[in-house]
């Protein structure tokens, strides 16, 4: 976790947090799917092909051989090292920065060329790596530097020789390793001797707990090894005993999302353990040696090691040597096991070596998700409440603030409809999501001065990397401003004003969209209503002809109407939108733009006389339905009256609506044609059938007479709010409902109508409009399941501060999801 702290003290404000969230699962796709650019990470032929085919690959870090051990010993231990790898059935991939580049994999000369440079290379951390690479400099990675860009490469499974951690003498230097951090958002397993024993091994598992690191000892005890003795007198969370069990355990990390890494601890072998008093003195002088010498930092861990080595005669470099070759061979039979496990009958899509080469093989009907629309900082103050002389406090109103600063707490957040939209998915459904927007890019430069980025821009692009959303296809636009959303609140949370900034989707182009679409080859597509009507309509047309389920979530009143406009009424008529996720005051304002469709277009068959049309529910005609007869659901004749009459027109152009009604619940509402309808009056044993039957209102054409040809059904039902306590804040909830909803639609097949039954875009209903492409009875029978995971998936985002719960990677429906066959990103 990140976090920033901003004192202001001349206003009084107070705080400003940037919150990072680690990835669910990230990879180099993204730079490798961009051509024009030349890529990022770069693999040895050894590790391509072991990627290409699904080969199980061990990661190894540079810094053991750079800074860990002199020369010769550092090449041949590695070059020994790999070797143990590609005997125990994997493929090596020593990871290290050559001359700027990123390079996951070595060929010998390379190893070579390292292990000469030595100490003279950079000891490249995760803060490192983009001063190594800008500057063109070699570079040897840390654990925390290995293990980040492993995950970057797909690889699960990292093997060294300890990793770092507290130092000692915490309470005064608050020296701690970035290795415990990265393992605490980086989930790649690293299997080590343990805590380097020059280190505060008590504190170091105390700061793995907190950071939910899962802990395990390789071995048939739960003793924790102190890398050169096998035992430092703290104990492990548990123990596994074999590679598979190892492999499971990795397997099930991946599979809630914990976003965590684990650490498998091997004692060293007992005929290369050293003397507990021998070893513990060495390193009691190094520590004091390095205090007088004020050798800190990460110089601290390359001096100790040095100077025990020495203080030993030797004899601990020779343990160091030996504990990194065992836990090699160990590290290569958890992986090809945990290989076996992915590429079985128990396959998952959590981070295996295969999944970056092959999501180009992934058939065209198990395409991503992709979400298009606005991404945005939001920049949201909370004035404090005004203290009275009496010692009460008041809330502020607006006209208080008014001219004068005011004291409060400032938050800077990812927000915007399609991007929140877009984790949710990512966390429910991890690399099934491809995301795509537009943000500000270079400014034009002043006089004496160089272009600049935008720095919102710059910040939203890594962030929204960071969160699992790797496959994204975010453009920066010269000249524009990065969206931001500047809201004022009160201290109950209660909006008092705001500013969007939301320009530059407006100026997002059509033909990106339409590059995308054909790049990723998409099977259910939702977009929001930050983007120009040009580019909805570009995104249905790019639709035409394919079967993809499309979703339009109406974002705000102000453009909801967008969707609606007079130059979307083709593609709306041929039923290529076929889902929109309106609130009650979103439908209000979308039936207002449908009416005046209607009224533009007489010659509809459908939309003509609709003052005129009979709808009937049994023998009740139109007056019926506008009365008390709206239904027979209670207090829906009430309630929703007003509602469905918006919801039937609106539906003559989107067939499905899912109404947002915040503490009233959820209102589904469908329109299908006759034979619907007819088949539901004899599905006698059905159900759901027969729920529809009994809610179903039949419209029908006075030109037939009432006749059955002409006729068609709308369905709707209720469904109430969830009980939420503990409420943190509304905001997000709604988008977390639509995330849940198209992950959830996205999944089941059976509602899809296979082509040989309904060609969708072609085929029209009885009223010349396109049909909806969706299996009605199969999306009623499962309706109860989807909109209840959407309402829980609302009540975890409620329960946090954050826009999209975390909470949402390990909630039963990603839990569901995961279980079903696999999906993976097509490009």
């Not at 962030?463 to 500047?486: F, K, L, S, W």
């Not at 993809?548 to 593609?571: N, Y």
Request: proline residues 4%; contains cysteine.
């Amino acid at each position: 976790m990140l976090r920033a702290s901003l004192a202001l003290p001349r206003h009084g404000i107070r705080a400003t947090t940037f919150t990072r969230l680690a990835p669910f699962s990230t990879s180099a796709t993204k730079f490798r799917q961009q051509q024009h650019l030349s890529p990022v990470l770069n693999f040895s032929d050894e590790v391509k092909d072991a990627l290409k085919n699904n080969k199980p690959i061990v990661a190894l870090e540079s810094t053991i051989i750079s800074h860990g051990m002199p020369y010769p010993q550092n090449y041949e231990t590695a070059v020994q090292v790999e070797n143990i790898v590609r005997e125990n059935g994997a493929t090596p991939a020593t990871i290290a920065i050559l001359d700027g580049q990123i390079q996951i994999g070595l060929t010998n000369s390379q190893i070579q060329s390292l292990a000469e440079l030595g100490r003279e290379s950079v000891k490249a951390s995760r803060r490192d790596l983009a001063v190594v690479m800008s500057k063109k400099q070699t570079g040897a990675t840390t654990v925390s530097a290995t293990m980040l860009l492993a995950h970057r490469a797909g690889i699960s499974v990292f093997a060294t020789g300890g990793i770092g951690g507290v130092h000692r003498g915490y309470e005064e230097t608050l020296d701690a390793s970035a290795d415990l951090t990265e393992l605490g958002r980086t989930p790649v397993a690293v299997v080590c001797a343990g805590v380097k024993s020059i280190l505060d091994i008590g504190r170091t598992l105390e700061f793995l707990e907190t950071e939910g690191v899962t802990v395990a000892t390789y071995g048939q005890t739960t003793d924790f090894p102190a890398f050169f003795t096998r035992k430092s007198g703290f104990q492990s969370l548990l123990n596994v005993e074999t590679p598979l069990e190892a492999a499971k355990l990795i397997a099930a990390n991946h599979a809630i999302d914990l976003q965590s890494g684990m650490v498998f601890a091997v004692p060293i072998a007992k005929e290369h353990a050293m003397d507990d008093k021998l070893v513990g003195d060495a390193i009691n002088t190094a520590i004091r040696e390095s205090v007088e010498n004020n050798i800190f930092g990460k110089e601290s861990t390359p001096f100790l090691l040095k100077r025990v080595n020495e203080l030993t005669g030797g004899n601990s470099l020779k343990s160091n040597i030996a504990l990194v070759k065992q836990n090699a061979a160990v590290a290569s039979r958890i992986a090809k096991d945990l290989s076996r496990l992915s590429s079985g009958s128990q396959a998952r899509t959590y981070s295996t070596s295969a999944r970056v080469f092959n999501r180009h093989t992934s058939s065209p009907a198990h395409g991503p998700i992709m979400v298009i629309g606005g991404t945005v900082v939001d920049i949201t103050s909370t004035a404090d409440p005004v203290r009275l002389v009496s010692g009460e406090e008041q809330e502020v109103t607006l006209n208080s603030m008014i001219h004068s600063s005011h004291p409060g707490v400032t938050r800077i957040s990812l927000g915007g409809v399609g991007r929140n939209v877009a984790e949710v998915i990512s966390r429910l459904d991890s690399q099934n999501c491809v995301f795509v927007s537009a943000v500000g890019g270079q400014h034009a430069a002043g006089k004496g001065s160089s272009a600049m980025d935008d720095l919102f821009g710059s910040w939203l692009v890594s962030e929204v990397a960071r969160r699992g959303m790797d496959n994204h296809e975010i453009h920066p636009i010269p000249g524009a401003r990065t969206a931001t959303y500047t809201a004022i609140h009160n201290s109950t949370g209660n909006l008092l004003s705001a500013v969007a900034d939301m320009s530059v989707f407006e100026l997002l182009p059509p033909n990106k969209i339409k590059e995308a679409i054909a790049k990723y080859k998409p099977r259910t597509i939702c977009f929001d209503a930050n983007i120009s009507v040009e580019c909805m309509r570009a995104t249905l047309e790019a639709c035409r002809g394919q079967d993809i389920h499309t979703f339009f979530e109406p974002t705000s009143v102000a453009k909801c109407g967008r969707v609606l406009d007079s130059t979307m009424t083709t593609s709306l008529k041929d039923g290529l939108l076929r889902f929109a996720t309106p609130n009650e005051y979103e439908l209000q304002e979308m039936a207002i733009h449908a009416r005046k469709l209607m009224s533009n277009n007489p010659d509809d068959v459908l939309i003509h006389g609709l003052k005129d049309r009979k709808i009937v529910c049994g023998h009740h005609d139109m007056d019926s339905v506008t009365t008390k007869d709206i239904s027979t659901e209670g207090d829906l004749q009430n309630e929703y009256r007003g509602l469905l009459l918006d919801a039937f027109s609106v539906s003559h152009f989107i067939p499905t609506l899912f109404i947002k009604l915040g503490a009233k619940g959820v209102l589904v509402f469908q329109r299908s044609n006759v034979d619907e309808y007819q088949s539901r009056q004899g599905c006698k044993d059905c159900k759901v059938g027969r729920l529809k039957l009994e809610q179903s209102v039949v419209a029908s054409d006075d030109k037939t007479g009432g006749q059955d040809t002409g006729l068609f059904t709308v369905t709707w039902r209720s469904f109430p709010a969830h009980k939420v306590s503990d409420i943190k804040s509304v905001t997000g909830a709604g988008d977390s409902l639509v995330g849940s909803v198209v992950a959830s639609l996205h999944r089941l097949d059976e509602l899809r109508v296979p082509s040989s039954q309904s060609t969708r875009v072609q085929e029209r209903d009885t009223h010349g409009h396109g049909a909806t492409g969706v299996n009605h009875f199969a999306f009623w029978e499962r309706l109860d399941r989807i909109i209840g995971d959407a309402q829980a998936a609302a009540t975890l985002t409620m329960q946090t501060h954050a826009t999209v719960s975390p909470s949402l990677s390990s909630s039963p429906q990603a839990t569901a999801l995961l279980a079903s066959k696999p999906k993976v990103i097509s490009s």
